[in-house]
């Protein structure tokens, strides 16, 4: 599993000339390490008596961003067997119509499910920073940079998953299906920018 290795041997494998791990795989773990960041200052906020008002918040906030180091850890792996999948499906039989349209099928369900991976991982990047929103405004204020950081590590994963979307879903014979997906990225893309400039603002307001 690539989420059970080491920092330096995760690095290696990225290094290698091997597609996997590769940028989807990246994306997700910078969208763990930002819900990481933000649990930390969740930590850091509850049980203090300068915020005792917002510890309930900094609790649930810590909830959340726990499952989302979860779930984005599991993503890690889901994304290079996704485009391990797609591989796959390129190397099938094309010799008689028959194995082309099953290459065909293959190839696109291959396709959604390597679209599927990395947008899950915007959504959940996307909740990762407005997590680190809510840190930076109600949290340790001696941990403010730590917010900025988790912020604009989500901010990253969201933006690098996104082209990782893109790419697939040029693939992708439904028109319906790209018009529907690009739209919901541009919503997210979107949103990102507004908590992006307002975390900076928060984070440096404190410095």
Request: glycine share 4%; hydrophobic share 40%; aromatic share 4%.
């Amino acid at each position: 599993m690539l989420a059970d290795e080491k920092v330096r041997e995760f690095l290696k494998s990225v290094c290698t000339s091997s597609p996997t791990p590769g940028g989807g795989s990246v994306a997700a773990l910078c969208g763990a390490l930002s819900a990481s960041l933000s649990a930390m200052v969740c930590n850091l906020t509850i049980g203090k008596d300068k915020y005792k008002d917002v510890r309930k918040e900094m609790e649930r906030v810590l909830a959340d961003s726990s499952r989302l180091v979860e779930r984005l850890t599991e993503l890690i792996d889901e994304d290079a067997e996704a485009y391990e999948s797609v591989i796959a499906s390129l190397r099938l039989p094309k010799e008689t119509d028959e194995e082309k349209e099953k290459r065909m099928e293959a190839m696109q369900s291959a396709f959604r499910r390597a679209i599927a991976v990395p947008y899950e991982v915007m959504e959940l990047s996307l909740e990762a920073m407005r997590l680190a929103h809510t840190v930076a405004r109600k949290g340790n204020e001696g941990a403010v940079s730590d917010s900025g950081s988790g912020a604009m590590m989500a901010f990253a994963a969201l933006h690098a998953a996104s082209m990782n979307v893109r790419i697939n879903l040029k693939e992708i014979m439904d028109k319906e299906f790209m018009e529907d997906v690009e739209g919901k990225l541009r919503k997210m893309e979107e949103e990102a920018d507004i908590l992006r400039s307002d975390v900076i603002m928060e984070v440096e307001s404190k410095l």
